[in-house]
């Protein structure tokens, strides 16, 4: 990843969102030593991620064999052939006895947090679908029951049924309130408290956002990166500043958080849409995620980041006032 100085003379309302340029790789040709320098960074969190949650190196080793091992069965197979245990071995690095044995392991079941997606789809439908809404675009409170509720007035039975049939809304209901989203009002209402599914959660939800934002956040960027790249390049961009104050830098992220909340309602009005038109297509179905993120840290003298003095990662975008730039890839 390329960044980019743009002119400090220029004032601040003239830096503009990067193009997803970059110059296009060369296919069909790896290039192991950049791959290696943007891991060493990578892996700088996951090592604080490790030593903060007891995983010591060799559970660490073992569980990267076995995505290596997976991941050159799954997606690097021969036409018509698959992968033989001797391929993957030459693919990944790892011994072919270590091959054979992982390969016929058996498959664990996932720790899964199965009420997550579901409270973050109807919350996402809430503060998106006009039905939902207040003439301010803020989320109307809702009635628990249709029996509750006046006549023609939605309701969160309604709202939690529009979402998923597999899940009673009295169970998501009891999710939401337990991570702090909504509040249970004495008249028989349901109010939402923030603007987003920003739950006070557990260790279970905050380790499954983990997995789920940053795994697509990081594939997004791998997508972009592989020399046999099938596609056009998908959205991967940030902006950054320096030499801030920590008063500047809390404002910018405020600033973030409110332009996130914006986008985020936009966005969620058009993604409904296009799953209603979605439903009458027969063919293959995809996923799509859209993050933001913000991060404050300490920068050394040189202008560097510092990560033994990190102040922690937060929900928004990266802004600057240099007018440095991280291109898409």
Request: hydrophobic residues 40%.
């Amino acid at each position: 990843m390329r960044s980019v100085r743009k002119n400090a003379t220029k004032p601040m309302n003239k830096l503009k969102p990067t193009a997803a340029s970059a110059a296009p790789l060369a296919a069909g040709l790896p290039e192991p030593a950049l791959a290696a320098q943007a891991m060493a960074r990578v892996l700088q969190p996951l090592a604080r991620l490790m030593i903060d949650h007891g995983l010591q190196l060799p559970s660490m080793v073992e569980l990267l064999k076995k995505e290596l091992v997976q991941q050159a069965a799954a997606a690097y197979g021969l036409a018509g052939k698959g992968s033989s245990d001797s391929r993957i071995a030459l693919l990944t690095g790892v011994h072919r006895k270590d091959v054979k044995r992982l390969r016929e392991a058996p498959v664990s079941a996932s720790a899964a947090v199965p009420l997550v997606p579901v409270a973050a789809s109807v919350v996402a439908r809430w503060i998106s679908e006009p039905r939902f809404l207040n003439a301010d675009q803020t989320a109307r409170a809702l009635a628990r029951t249709p029996r509750r509720s006046g006549v023609g007035e939605p309701d969160f039975t309604t709202l939690v049924a529009e979402v998923s049939r597999d899940v009673g809304a009295r169970a998501v209901l009891d999710e939401l309130a337990r991570l702090g989203v909504v509040e249970l009002r004495e008249d028989g209402y349901v109010a939402l408290k923030t603007s987003g599914f920003v739950p006070h959660e557990g260790l279970d939800e905050s380790f499954h956002f983990l997995a789920a934002n940053v795994s697509e956040h990081l594939a997004t960027a791998v997508h972009n990166l592989a020399p046999d790249r099938q596609g056009p390049r998908m959205l991967e961009q940030s902006a950054y500043s320096q030499d801030l104050s920590a008063e500047q830098a809390g404002q910018l992220q405020q600033q973030a958080r409110r332009l996130w909340a914006s986008s985020l309602r936009q966005f969620l009005q058009t993604a409904t849409v296009a799953e209603q038109r979605s439903q009458a297509d027969a063919g293959p179905k995809h996923r799509i995620r859209f993050g933001v993120y913000f991060h404050d840290t300490l920068q050394d003298a040189q202008g560097s980041t510092a990560p033994e003095t990190q102040l922690g990662a937060k929900p928004g975008i990266k802004v600057a006032r240099k007018y440095k730039r991280k291109p898409s890839l």
